[in-house]
């Protein structure tokens, strides 16, 4: 059973960075599209990025030319680098396996203007 851990959140002044990881635990992660989503404050569950097991990625075009998207197979980790951060990008961010879950327990992220 695979279990995601995230980590990295934290308070930033805007125009700041933040690096956010996640790390798998268990077997057959290496196989699946990894993904970051985020949730603010009544707002819904969004995409922000996915990274497939080759690479390849994609991201929302809220945060296209700010936040990188990458992973380690053979450590089971993604990360996600956010640069030029904005206090629109506030939320609890996730990690996800595709398609079938499961959800870390998300980081929070906070940018201060």
């Known amino acids: 059973q695979v279990q995601l851990v995230e980590s990295g959140g934290g308070l930033v002044q805007a125009g700041g960075s933040l690096r956010l990881s996640c790390a798998a635990s268990?077997?057959?992660?290496?196989?699946?599209?990894m993904a970051w989503y985020r949730q603010a404050p009544g707002k819904v569950r969004e995409l922000v990025a996915t990274v497939t097991h080759g690479g390849t990625t994609n991201y929302a075009d809220a945060v296209k030319g700010r936040f990188t998207i990458s992973r380690d197979n053979a450590k089971n980790t993604v990360f996600l680098q956010m640069n030029s951060l904005k206090p629109e990008d506030t939320a609890v961010y996730y990690c996800?396996?595709?398609?079938?879950?499961?959800w870390g327990q998300g980081t929070q992220v906070t940018v201060s203007s």
């Open positions: 268990g077997s057959g992660l290496s196989i699946n599209v």
């Open positions: 996800y396996r595709h398609p079938l879950g499961p």
